[in-house]
Protein backbone atom coordinates (compact mmCIF):
# COMPACT_ATOMS: atom_id res chain seq x y z
CA UNK A 1 0.00 0.00 0.00
CA UNK A 2 2.48 2.96 1.23
CA UNK A 3 6.17 2.28 1.34
CA UNK A 4 8.35 4.81 3.67
CA UNK A 5 11.90 5.17 2.98
CA UNK A 6 14.40 6.97 5.58
CA UNK A 7 17.46 8.58 5.16
CA UNK A 8 20.28 10.75 6.61
CA UNK A 9 20.67 9.16 9.75
CA UNK A 10 24.88 9.53 11.04
CA UNK A 11 27.14 10.09 13.50
CA UNK A 12 27.73 13.22 14.51
CA UNK A 13 28.90 15.25 17.96
CA UNK A 14 26.77 16.91 20.20
CA UNK A 15 25.54 20.22 19.44
CA UNK A 16 25.89 19.63 15.30
CA UNK A 17 22.83 19.07 12.92
CA UNK A 18 21.18 16.35 10.61
CA UNK A 19 18.45 16.21 8.24
CA UNK A 20 16.09 12.96 8.12
CA UNK A 21 14.71 11.97 4.73
CA UNK A 22 10.91 9.95 4.54
CA UNK A 23 10.06 9.24 0.83
CA UNK A 24 6.37 7.94 0.63
CA UNK A 25 5.42 5.86 -2.76
CA UNK A 26 2.36 3.73 -3.45
CA UNK A 27 -1.02 5.24 -2.64
CA UNK A 28 -1.67 9.11 -3.32
CA UNK A 29 -4.09 10.24 -0.21
CA UNK A 30 -5.60 13.86 0.26
CA UNK A 31 -5.33 14.16 3.50
CA UNK A 32 -3.17 11.60 6.07
CA UNK A 33 -0.78 12.55 8.89
CA UNK A 34 3.03 11.64 8.78
CA UNK A 35 5.35 11.10 12.32
CA UNK A 36 9.00 10.39 13.25
CA UNK A 37 9.00 8.55 15.96
CA UNK A 38 12.17 7.35 17.93
CA UNK A 39 13.39 4.17 19.69
CA UNK A 40 16.75 3.60 21.68
CA UNK A 41 18.01 -0.39 22.40
CA UNK A 42 15.80 -1.08 25.21
CA UNK A 43 13.90 1.36 25.66
CA UNK A 44 10.45 2.60 24.70
CA UNK A 45 9.13 4.22 21.38
CA UNK A 46 8.71 7.73 21.47
CA UNK A 47 6.70 10.10 19.28
CA UNK A 48 9.36 12.82 18.14
CA UNK A 49 6.97 14.97 15.74
CA UNK A 50 4.14 14.72 13.08
CA UNK A 51 2.40 17.17 10.75
CA UNK A 52 -0.80 16.88 9.16
CA UNK A 53 0.22 16.57 5.37
CA UNK A 54 -2.67 18.49 3.76
CA UNK A 55 -2.26 21.46 5.99
CA UNK A 56 1.00 21.45 7.00
CA UNK A 57 0.31 22.01 10.82
CA UNK A 58 2.95 19.81 12.69
CA UNK A 59 3.28 18.87 16.50
CA UNK A 60 6.60 18.07 18.44
CA UNK A 61 7.33 15.91 21.33
CA UNK A 62 8.66 18.31 24.79
CA UNK A 63 12.12 16.95 24.53
CA UNK A 64 12.78 18.22 20.82
CA UNK A 65 10.69 21.68 20.82
CA UNK A 66 12.61 24.45 19.39
CA UNK A 67 15.53 22.08 18.21
CA UNK A 68 13.94 19.82 15.57
CA UNK A 69 11.35 20.98 12.81
CA UNK A 70 9.45 18.73 10.55
CA UNK A 71 8.46 19.88 7.03
CA UNK A 72 6.89 18.00 4.08
CA UNK A 73 7.35 18.28 0.02
CA UNK A 74 4.22 17.68 -1.47
CA UNK A 75 5.52 16.92 -5.20
CA UNK A 76 7.94 14.36 -3.69
CA UNK A 77 5.86 13.03 -1.04
CA UNK A 78 8.33 13.40 1.05
CA UNK A 79 8.81 14.57 4.60
CA UNK A 80 11.82 15.84 6.32
CA UNK A 81 12.62 16.19 9.73
CA UNK A 82 15.82 19.06 10.53
CA UNK A 83 17.26 18.43 13.56
CA UNK A 84 19.99 21.00 15.26
CA UNK A 85 21.89 20.99 18.80
CA UNK A 86 21.66 17.58 18.66
CA UNK A 87 22.28 15.74 22.29
CA UNK A 88 23.40 12.30 23.21
CA UNK A 89 20.01 11.56 24.71
CA UNK A 90 18.83 11.96 20.78
CA UNK A 91 20.59 8.89 20.04
CA UNK A 92 18.12 6.70 18.41
CA UNK A 93 16.97 4.40 15.54
CA UNK A 94 14.01 7.02 13.70
CA UNK A 95 10.92 5.71 11.92
CA UNK A 96 9.09 7.26 9.56
CA UNK A 97 5.36 6.72 10.15
CA UNK A 98 2.23 7.22 8.22
CA UNK A 99 -1.46 6.68 8.34
CA UNK A 100 -4.98 7.92 7.01
CA UNK A 101 -6.95 10.73 9.17
CA UNK A 102 -6.09 13.35 11.37
CA UNK A 103 -6.25 12.14 15.10
CA UNK A 104 -4.01 10.89 17.86
CA UNK A 105 -0.75 12.26 16.25
CA UNK A 106 1.52 11.01 18.69
CA UNK A 107 0.06 7.57 19.58
CA UNK A 108 2.44 5.20 17.10
CA UNK A 109 0.13 2.19 17.19
CA UNK A 110 -2.76 4.16 15.20
CA UNK A 111 0.00 4.37 12.55
CA UNK A 112 -0.31 1.62 9.50
CA UNK A 113 2.88 2.48 7.78
CA UNK A 114 6.82 2.23 9.02
CA UNK A 115 9.60 2.60 7.50
CA UNK A 116 12.75 0.36 8.27
CA UNK A 117 14.38 3.25 10.14
CA UNK A 118 17.74 5.38 10.18
CA UNK A 119 20.26 5.51 12.88
CA UNK A 120 21.09 8.48 14.77
CA UNK A 121 24.07 8.38 17.30
CA UNK A 122 24.95 11.52 18.90
CA UNK A 123 28.61 11.37 20.42
CA UNK A 124 29.24 13.45 23.76
Known amino acids: QVQLVESGGGLVQAGDSLRLSCAAS????????MGWFRQAPGKAREFVAGIRWSIGTTYYADSVKGRFTMSRENAKNTVYLQMNSLKPEDTAVYYC?????????????????WGQGTQVTVSS
Open 26 to 33: GRTFSSYV
Open 97 to 113: AAKQGSFNLAIGSTYDY
